[in-house]
């Protein structure tokens, strides 16, 4: 069994996002999303933003609607690109990423205080756990 050679991962924010149905009514939702980096500029650097497209499908694709615009998210991908010709014969191509695995980096804005305050006690309450015993 060959390995799949063609996987990409991106973080960053979510930009725009265009959700559509298929005919037996299955989520289809495309999104941009903004990677940010720097890039030196003399002896400053300054920031220069990137925009993917990408693809997401099914439960992913839910996930991407629900966290909406600014949400800050990693995901792995696929490259896909799409070729045809348009009405006068000329060739297009259209580059995207299929979006195979998903994950929020951020709380929702609508999240309430009791379930952001739970991380950090969870969190406490396996510090408090400490057994000399184990040799690493």
Do not use: H
Request: charged share 30%.
């Amino acid at each position: 069994m060959a390995n799949n050679l063609n996987q990409c991962l991106f973080t960053g924010r979510i930009g725009k996002i265009e959700e559509r149905y298929t005919a037996d009514n299955k989520l289809i939702v495309n999104f941009s999303m903004a990677i940010g980096s720097y890039k030196k500029n003399g002896d400053s650097y300054e920031d220069v933003t990137d925009w993917a497209n990408l693809r997401a499908f099914g439960k992913i694709a839910e996930k991407v609607r629900d966290k909406g615009k600014g949400a800050f998210i990693r995901v792995t991908a696929r490259y896909k690109t799409d070729k045809w010709q348009d009405q006068q014969g000329n060739n297009k191509t259209a580059i995207y990423f299929i979006v195979d695995d998903f994950e929020a980096l951020t709380f929702d804005k609508g999240n309430n205080q009791s379930e952001q305050q739970s991380k950090p006690q969870t969190q406490t309450q396996q510090d408090d756990f400490i057994d000399d015993g184990i040799p690493f």
